[in-house]
């Protein structure tokens, strides 16, 4: 099974911009739909976006769309996601998760998660 870390978190002002990194580790990457993640405080834990195991195709949230980017580097087997225009409510902690089917967009369709990483942006 795949293990998954984040990193990329941090504090930014609103309308600025983040880009997240997850390391998975294991040969078989490239097999596994990825997905992003959110869940603020005393929130449920919400899908922001996810990438095919080819990195040909992606799909986003509507709160997300054309402020978010996902891409992959199976070579390096890594998923990205590049957050511009942040907004205070974008504040969560950010998840990547991996699943056998891409397009996915509940939690419980992902088999591996990584510990999470703190977005915050203030306004």
């Known amino acids: 099974q795949v ?4 990193s990329g978190g941090g504090l930014v002002q609103a309308g600025g911009s983040l ?9 078989t990457f490239s097999n596994y739909a990825m ?8 929130k449920e834990r919400e899908f922001v976006t996810t990438i095919s195991g080819s990195g040909g ?15 992959r580097d199976n070579a390096k087997n890594t998923v990205y996601l590049q957050m511009n225009s942040l907004k ?11 699943g056998p089917i891409f397009g996915r967009r509940r939690p419980t369709d ?10 915050t942006v203030s306004s």
């Open 88 to 98: 205070p409510e974008d504040t969560a902690v950010y998840f990547c998760a991996a």
């Open 3 to 6: 293990q998954l870390v984040e």
């Open 110 to 119: 992902y088999d591996a998660w990584g510990p999470g990483t703190q977005v």
């Open 35 to 42: 997905g992003w993640f959110r869940q603020a405080p005393g």
């Open 19 to 27: 880009r997240l990194t997850c390391a998975a580790s294991g040969r």
């Open 57 to 71: 195709i992606t799909f986003y949230a509507d709160s997300v769309k054309g402020r978010f980017t996902i891409s």
